[in-house]
């Protein structure tokens, strides 16, 4: 069966799947967890291979950890799967109950968004992740994870799937697209398929977000800022430029530029130099940065780039507003982050840089689901519409209108001879 | 200017209008109600110029209803700014407050998109609609009316833009396009538009949906169904069918399909054929309803056809879960209504119809945003993503995240130095 054909037969069973009870759904999610238990030894195996596959294409320690799906990560996932079982239903939640006339009441209901694509990178977690996501918010689900654990990916998609249709979940309630030549495929089923959310590479991202019709949820570029003002806490800025360009380099909330207030300037920099120094980092400043500080010469053009790796780029702003224009003109809108004990100073940026997260005195690193208390994230969003920041389930969510009458008609009240009377009620 | 030029510079204004307090935004809501009631004699004169012009090339008499703007519309949009000024602030609203660990708090705040492109049909209220919907929510707004009310659009501008920077609203919040072939320019314009709002024909939604990368809201068809079920009472039915397809045929939320259970369809069809073709409608249906009622003969691929005219198609169907299908299938996704009374069929319809508004026992008509008690509307969306359905203030804003710390870092909770500790705070 074609992706297209497959994904048309999930646009029909989505209602169904919408309409199976959270029993239901907590159950396929309770047996998902003691069937990837039951049958860790198979899908350990499994891994192996992917990980011989990986050692002999030569690639490296950290990628290697990513790919290794062990007990740890089995643990780590089940304890996932518990915690979402635990979390209050998304879906059938009454957002708004008002009656509109006498015997006319509308009612707005949570409900799934319908057939949800993700593709994902080369992390077996995840896929367990994104699949339990899905199952908790009654929606289909379409997977397409990374080629470098495919054999992992195949052996899990099939133990959860096994075990959502044990559950009664739909048949199609779960799609596994194993060929990256499929992704083309995907991506033109925009009669069927009703959100994308592309993780990976800036390029692949953009790639997705310019090949298709399908809504597409995520970010391409995280270039996130930490200003340092004029009334910052040195040490404070310090230990958190440090943490924000190097506690994981690799994830789009990491700092890729430095931006200091010139009223502290010379201070700051000769010390923070020291430390990214320390820490490995290279840095990266224009001609008024390397009057201060031994650095890298850079041009202003250059200072959206996203580096994911140890280097950064560091500009002198003459005040708050400077670097306000300039967050909101190179950034990527996705994190940014001021250091100051100016009450006044951190609310005027706040307030004023048009990001997805906005902080004070604290990483940019903190941009996470995880770390936001949702329980588990399917990605994180740069676009203003829907889901804005880390994503949990509230993301996986849309809302229908529910409209009961006994008959009533517009041309009543277009006549005027009956009249609206709104009376909210509590839900 | 150029448009492209025009947006960038209100995109770099949108935050300083993202950070207008209540009071300004109200302020400037009442002198553009002022303003207009001041200078009506001058709207009122370039209204009748542009009825004239189109009087010229002949248009139908429910089209100069549309275009003329008079007393009573100027009452009604000043009545409306009225009720806006009441309305809750919708920026600016906690939505989540949380302590991820001591010292280290999160919250939501709801705040404008930023800049929205709003392209409408020649109507010259709309355009006072939504230029006051755009200054209480605290967005910048493009804006683009019918080529027929050019000239009252121009004066209407004017008033409101001029009684908006009297008010210290940013000299770049509002925008006309003008021209028609500035449209192109305008869908180019995404790094600096955040959304667009298309109103007006099936083709011409189609056209800006197929040719920008700007996230749009709206609908394309209005493809509405009554399914009359076996249950149902045979006089709502009628009275329900008749108001759904000719109270008002031009609208996107008038019925296009009537689909029976073949249960009733006999006794039903015979009456109901009567009451529509009393009320001027052509009926249309395949062979298995020509053998009841006299109606032109259909292909079963018609039933996609938005006929926005007093014409009708008409299916029977075996049973509910047939609806339901064919609904899914060759429905807009708009709004769709079922009369039965029978409780279990009405909850099982308004589950499995995948449309942004399911009804019980009244007219697809409702679906509005007037008649759902949002006080105004910006239009409606079939989309599943951001708002569904009539979209009032809720759909014109998203939130950013907030994360407040005292030099808080991830490495001390990725090496287990310290734990995450949530805590809902009642915001």
Known sequence: MTVAEKTIKMKIDSPA???TSEETRNRALKKVKEALIENKEIIFKANAEDLKAAEEEGVGQAVKKRLKFDENKLAAVTEGIEQLIGLKDPIGRTLLKRELDEGLVL????????VIGVIFEARPDALVQISSLCIKSGNCAVLKGGRETARTNKVLFDIIHEAAKEAHLPENCLFQVEAHSQIDELLSCDKSVDLLIPRGSNAFVRYIMNNTKIPVMGHADGVCHVYIDKSADIDKAIKIIVDAKTQYTAACNAAETLLVH????EEFLKKAAVKLSDAGVKLRGNSRVSQIIECEKMEDDEYKTEYLDLVLSVKIVADENEAITHI????????DAIVTEDDEAAEIFMQMVDSAGVYRNCSTRFADGFRYGFGAEVGISTSKLHARGPVGLDGLVTYKYRLCGNGHIVGDYASGAKQFNFKDIDA
């Open 17 to 19: 799947m919408a309409a």
């Open 107 to 114: 009612t707005r209901i949570s409900v799934p968004i319908g």
């Open 262 to 265: 010139e009223g502290i300037a």
């Open 328 to 335: 909101n003109t190179f950034g990527s809108h996705h994190t």
